[in-house]
T-cell receptor
Framework: RKEVEQDPGPFNVPEGATVAFNCTYS??????FFWYRQDCRKEPKLLMS???SGNEDGRFTAQLNRASQYISLLIRDSKLSDSATYLC?????????????FGKGTTLSVSS | GAGVSQSPRYKVAKRGQDVALRCDPI?????LFWYQQALGQGPEFLTY????????KSGLPSDRFFAERPEGSVSTLKIQRTQQEDSAVYLC?????????????FGPGTRLTVT
């Protein structure tokens, strides 16, 4: 099992739609999780951190299920500007978990 | 304030050439990371510095890859005898903490193309 696996996508949705991305991770000892956003040919930027059962920030909700080793990202009322690749991220196991382990990313395209 | 900067932004190298990629982290950030991102993939960890000490280089794909951060600020990633499979975007990130749960701020990356 790969360390971080994500829905392959792409997801093509109309403006205003609700869309959810899923991610599974292999390290059961992980304590923190992240969703990063990466626009085309740009660097990844932190979207949300998840330390307990979940986190909500405006239209974005991240949920964590430790028993199933599963993280989700829900985007409500999608905007054109939400079009990007969303990366599920978990701290690695080497050197006290300093590095980040990224999934391959899920591409979202929101159309008018 | 200034973010993480990287130079050059684009580099074309002929197979067999050596290249050096530079990273200027956010001032005062203790931790510095290098990642490699191939087309259609997520970034993959290469190496980690805490100040000037290289504490983890487990992700470096071969002994052709070498990184340094001699004064604990600017870092250079050097690739010797470049191969076509080295073509990728090389991302540098810095963090104010020494654990993975601290937010990492990424630079714009250097896009390396080996011909």
């Amino acid at each position: 099992r790969k360390e971080v696996e994500q829905d392959p996508g792409p997801f093509n949705v109309p403006e205003g739609a609700t869309v959810a991305f899923n991610c599974t991770y292999s390290n059961s000892a992980s304590q923190s999780f992240f969703w990063y956003r990466q626009d085309c040919r740009k660097e990844p930027k932190l979207l949300m951190s998840v330390y307990s059962s979940g986190n909500e920030d405006g239209r974005f909700t991240a949920q964590l299920n430790r028993a199933s080793q599963y993280i989700s990202l829900l985007i409500r009322d999608s905007k054109l500007s939400d079009s990007a690749t969303y990366l599920c991220v978990v701290p690695g196991e080497g050197q006290a978990g300093t590095a980040l382990i990224f999934g391959k990313g899920t591409t979202l395209s929101v159309s008018s | 304030g200034a973010g993480v900067s990287q130079s050059p932004r684009y580099k074309v190298a002929k197979r067999g050439q050596d290249v050096a990629l530079r990273c200027d982290p956010i001032s005062g950030h203790v931790s510095l990371f290098w990642y490699q991102q191939a087309l259609g993939q997520g970034p993959e960890f290469l190496t980690y510095f805490q100040n000037e000490a290289q504490l983890d280089k487990s992700g470096l794909p071969s002994d052709r890859f070498f990184a340094e951060r001699p004064e604990g600020s600017v870092s250079t990633l050097k690739i010797q005898r470049t191969q076509q499979e080295d073509s990728a975007v090389y991302l540098c990130a810095s963090s104010n903490g020494d654990r993975g749960w601290y937010e990492q701020y990424f630079g714009p990356g250097t896009r390396l193309t080996v011909t």
